[in-house]
Nanobody, 123 residues
Framework: QVQLVESGGDSVQAGGSLRLSCAAS????????MAWFRQVEGKEREGVAT???????HYADSVKGRFTISRDIAKNTLSLQMNSLKPEDTAMYYC?????????????????WGQGTQVTVSS
């Protein structure tokens, strides 16, 4: 049984930083692609970043250069370091795990999800 639990969401001023964490249990995270998505009320879930089984990362253009996705395989954790936050980064952030070693930044390729952690960036 795969479980993902996010933490680290908070309210922060524009320009600030946050680090989100995702604790995985019963997960094939060692070999699978994992990702962070975010969703604003009334909008589709948006891919933020992925990290493949071989460590290759991919970022949405909107966060490239500001966010960094990483994983600690030994601890079964996934992280998202977010710097230079903007009001448009405000969303519920979700941790996700795929059955594949690599996957595109699309929600349909990820079968396991956490409950989300709220990030609010004020201007």
């Amino acid at each position: 049984q795969v479980q993902l639990v996010e933490s680290g969401g908070d309210s922060v001023q524009a320009g600030g930083s946050l680090r989100l964490s995702c604790a995985a249990s019963g997960s094939p995270a060692r070999d699978s692609c994992m990702a962070w998505f975010r969703q604003v009320e009334g909008k589709e879930r948006e891919g933020v970043a992925t990290i493949a089984g071989d460590g290759t990362t991919h970022y949405a253009d909107s966060v490239k250069g500001r966010f960094t996705i990483s994983r600690d395989i030994a601890k079964n954790t996934l992280s998202l370091q977010m710097n230079s936050l903007k009001p448009e980064d405000t969303a519920m952030y979700y941790c996700a795990a795929s059955s594949f070693k690599t996957a595109p930044l699309k929600a349909s390729f990820f079968g396991h999800w956490g409950q989300g952690t709220q990030v609010t960036v004020s201007s």
